[in-house]
């Protein structure tokens, strides 16, 4: 039976004669909208300026057409490649009497040939080859993805905002020390509560003051770094005020409940539930799938072989279950996926340990998933108290 959550394929019966399909290929400077209408013979193209208005007014003059031809147009359907414009359009198209779908770029096929033609025309013929046959029902054309709220959207901020100034202030950290090595100083940490009056009474090995140019950097550094460092502690009060305020919603209750697991602390719990098991899955595989821990094989005839992982996902969660596989194997020794990982990796072969790490990832994350939608226990697991 058809899944409700299937975006492999349109579950809507299409008739051509009463829908326009149109195709979007966007870029910051331009959109070319390319469509199919009943009725007319040819397949109109037509450049825009960036603006949700024109390309509105754009289609519903198609549909204007259409009906002068004779047809009556019950349904406009539209679809473009998901990028940097983000969803922002398909919700104010829907808003608007259209029905907007946002297609992952991944799941649309292009030539082989090593120099492949590429220009906008060319790709919207393939996203209306595409978006003709997923409207049909049938699979492997191309698939969408499903379409987040303003308010889904905006939960996920927080974290990745706190990544980035994360990568900042490592960035930040790391340049410190270079500069301060190429003086012989190595014994300096920039994180330290008091690294700032350290700063001023460092001397090289000769037994001389930092040149005035170098300390001039550093305490600018230094001085980004403490900014950066208070919008991170920003950034986590005031999750932990949203956990307290409101424990018992749906995506604050599933923070809380992933958080007993020893070895998960707040940060991974909150990434997990609002990049993954906040989302309808079908299935596993389809989880494993969304974070591109599955393989990708190659066979053809005899040959077989493995060529790694899709990477086709979320890279986010790819890492960072990557980081809590080898953090689980510590904090969580007795739970039967550490043994697990333990048995096959007994043998001290060379890449055993690096191949089992991604595939107890791709566990660990199937097992939060049943966790907090079946609750379904952790077998062997360490749970911190509820309180």
């Known amino acids: 039976m058809p899944q409700p959550n299937d975006l492999s394929r349109s579950l809507v019966a299409l008739d051509q004669d009463s829908t326009?399909?149109?195709v979007v290929e966007m870029s910051q400077s331009s959109w070319l909208v390319a469509g199919m209408l009943p009725g007319i013979e040819r397949q109109p193209r037509k450049k825009l300026e960036p603006s949700a208005e024109r390309l509105l007014?754009?289609?519903h003059r198609w549909r204007d057409e259409a009906v002068k031809a004779g047809r009556k147009i019950t349904r406009i359907a539209l679809a473009f490649e998901a990028g940097r414009d983000g969803f922002w359009l398909a919700r104010w198209l829907r808003a608007h009497g259209v029905e907007a779908h946002v297609i992952h770029p991944s799941s649309v096929a292009v030539s082989r040939e090593h120099r492949r033609a590429k220009t906008d025309r060319l790709d919207t013929e393939l996203l209306k080859r595409g978006f003709l046959g997923w409207q049909r029902g049938e699979r492997g054309h191309c698939t969408m993805a499903r379409l987040p709220t303003i308010a889904e959207e905006d939960a996920k901020r927080p974290n990745r905002e706190r990544e980035c100034l994360v990568g900042e202030r490592t960035r930040i950290v790391n340049r410190m020390k270079g500069t301060l090595a190429r003086l012989g100083i190595r014994n300096f940490k920039p994180t330290l509560?008091?690294?700032?009056?350290?700063?001023?009474?460092?001397?090289?090995?000769?037994?001389?003051?930092?040149?005035?140019?170098?300390s001039a950097e550093l305490q600018r550094d230094m001085a980004r770094l403490g900014f950066i460092v208070s919008q991170i502690k920003e950034i986590e009060e005031a999750r932990q005020k949203r956990l307290e305020q409101e424990p018992e919603t749906e995506p604050h209750a599933m923070v809380r409940l992933l958080a007993r697991v020893v070895g998960i602390g707040i940060e991974t719990?909150?990434?997990l539930v609002h990049e993954v098991l906040l989302w309808p899955m079908r299935d596993r595989k389809a989880v494993a799938r969304y974070a591109g821990l599955t393989g990708s094989p190659d066979e053809s005839g005899a040959k077989r072989r493995e060529q790694g992982l899709a990477r086709a996902g979320n890279?986010?969660?790819r890492r960072s279950m990557v980081q809590l596989a080898w953090r689980f194997l510590r904090f969580q020794k007795a739970s039967a996926l550490a043994l697990w990982y333990r048995a096959r990796t007994a043998d001290s072969r060379v890449g055993t340990r690096k191949t089992m790490?991604?595939?107890?990832?791709?566990?660990?994350?199937?097992?939060?998933?049943?966790?907090?939608?079946?609750?379904?226990?952790?077998?062997?697991v360490i749970l911190r108290s509820a309180a």
Do not use: C, Q, Y
Not at 357 to 380: D, M, N, Y
């Open 57 to 59: 007014g754009l289609l």
């Open 193 to 214: 509560r008091k690294a700032v009056e350290r700063l001023a009474t460092l001397h090289t090995p000769e037994g001389s003051a930092l040149p005035p140019n170098v």
């Open 269 to 271: 719990a909150d990434m």
């Open 357 to 380: 790490i991604v595939a107890l990832a791709r566990k660990l994350l199937i097992a939060p998933w049943r966790f907090v939608t079946t609750g379904e226990t952790l077998e062997g």
């Open 20 to 22: 326009i399909i149109a």
């Open 315 to 317: 890279a986010r969660v």
